[in-house]
């Protein structure tokens, strides 16, 4: 079929699974945690239970499994290339020993047998469009550049994670060290479940940076990010309901990164110490998450929102994944775990029901929006019917879509992009590769 836009696609007619009409709920002594605390509430507003019994329901309730709270950290530009080799990577040192470490020992999935992650799919290639598929299950087909200049709904067709939490009870947060207008991620945060966003000028105005504050790269460093996320964690951690935190890092973002003015160089090629500093501050963030009180009852995913734009500089997209990790979940006691996380073809928008499975949750059917919980046994729709014919079906132009996730009538309204003028990887690697780069690393790695 035709349209003014080009081919049109039914595979969001044929494979999409509306998570609206989705049963997802907590499972098991989860769930029963969750029944609890409401019980508790409801107790507590009517003023109906004595001390004793309150405080013996209390210790009770210590007994059960309460909900999960999740720390969402989404890195800039992190994949699993900056790995050794010997590790699934491309590198002949350690420039990521922390997250590679972190990697080992939880829960990590990957195209291969050894560490690795996602491939990027239309739509995800960037930190905006990789935020929402991360939170909805599918991809924003969207023309950004239209977009950009009077957004005023941002796929309000689709569930996010954050409204399942948040009907549930969490405290929902985003915390990032730019301008959270940018790029609409406070447009889509904001209608899909996350109350709080703390960016650069939030966090001004909270008194964690002095007035005018900015590093002239996006607006603040990561090490203030992960100093500022540590006390509103930790207030989050000290209030009556689970909470739901996304952190979003910038300082490995091309062209060459950016690190602390005090931060001793190791390597001539600068952009190898930002993945080093990077890798260091998160492995001392999870370091300091798992020494609280609060880490017991969390689940920590970390991811990289894309590939490198730093043309060329790990080399052929075809082998090269987005990091991925999942730290404190009770899934990594499944039996045969390595069936479930090695050797799998997944993709972004996969991540949104694996991450609800890793906090104990349900879904009817394993699948939501266009992901798969990695965690079940059902085949992703990329190892269903292969990586190429999967995204460039994703990014042709869907009637389906534009009214069921856009909320748009007409199938020329301009906000949908088409991609299927080229074949996606090509388009990826223009950006992403350099066919006449010379080498993946400079000297410091070989």
């Known amino acids: ?88 990577g ?11 470490k972190i990697a080992k020992e939880n829960i990590n999935f990957s195209w291969t047998d050894k560490l690795g992650g996602f491939k990027m799919i239309p739509g995800a290639t960037l930190t905006t469009g990789a935020l929402a598929t991360f939170n909805t299950g599918v991809s924003p087909m969207i023309n950004f550049g239209e977009f950009y200049k009077k957004p005023t709904e941002y796929m309000p067709g689709a569930l996010g994670i954050g409204e399942i939490l948040k009907r549930d009870g969490y405290n929902n947060s985003f915390i990032l060290g730019s301008d959270a ?61 689970p909470f739901f935190t996304t952190i979003l890092t910038v300082d490995t973002h091309f062209p060459d990164g950016n690190l602390p003015k005090d931060y001793r160089r190791q390597y001539e090629d600068k952009y190898i110490d930002v993945y080093r500093n990077q890798s260091r501050m998160i492995g001392e963030f999870v370091d300091w998450v798992k020494n609280q009180d609060f880490y017991k009852d969390t689940v920590i995913v ?6 490198t734009m730093k043309a060329g500089y790990f080399g052929s997209t075809d082998t090269r994944y987005v990091f991925n990790t999942i730290i404190n979940s009770e899934k990594q006691k499944m039996e045969n775990l390595e069936k479930y996380t090695k050797n799998r073809k997944f993709v972004t928008s996969d991540l949104t029901p694996t991450i609800l499975s890793a906090i104990g949750y349900n879904i009817d059917g394993d699948r939501y929006g266009m992901g798969t919980n990695l965690f079940s046994d059902k085949k992703t729709y990329t190892e269903e019917i292969g990586y190429d014919a999967y995204v ?7 009637s389906y879509y534009n009214i069921h996730i856009n909320k748009k009538t007409d199938k020329n309204d301009i906000n949908q992009v088409k991609i299927d003028d080229d074949k996606f990887d090509d388009k990826i690697n223009n950006v992403f590769e350099k066919k006449d780069q010379e080498t993946i690393f400079n000297e410091d790695l070989k």
């Open 1 to 88: 079929m035709e349209t003014t836009l080009g081919k049109e696609t039914k595979i969001y007619d044929e494979r999409y699974v509306n998570p609206n009409r989705l049963k997802i709920e907590l499972s098991g002594k989860n769930k029963k945690g969750k029944e609890k605390k409401e019980q508790k509430d409801k107790e507590q507003n009517n003023n109906n239970e004595n001390k004793n019994n309150e405080e013996n329901k209390e210790s009770k309730e210590e007994k059960e499994p309460k909900q999960k709270n999740l720390i969402f950290i989404v890195a800039e530009s992190l994949e699993s290339s900056a790995f050794t080799k010997d590790s699934g």
């Open 90 to 100: 491309k590198s002949n040192i350690e420039i990521m020993p922390e997250l590679e």
């Open 181 to 241: 207008n940018y790029g609409a991620r406070r447009l889509f945060f904001e209608t899909h479940g996350i109350d709080e966003i703390v960016d650069l000028y939030g966090s001004i105005n909270r008194g964690y940076l002095p007035e005018g504050y900015n590093d002239n790269f996006w607006g603040f460093e990561d090490h203030h990010l992960f100093r500022i996320a540590k006390e509103e964690i930790t207030k989050k951690s000290k209030e009556d309901k």
């Open 302 to 307: 970390i991811v990289g929102d894309h590939l």
């Open 392 to 398: 460039n079906e994703l990014g042709k132009f869907s």
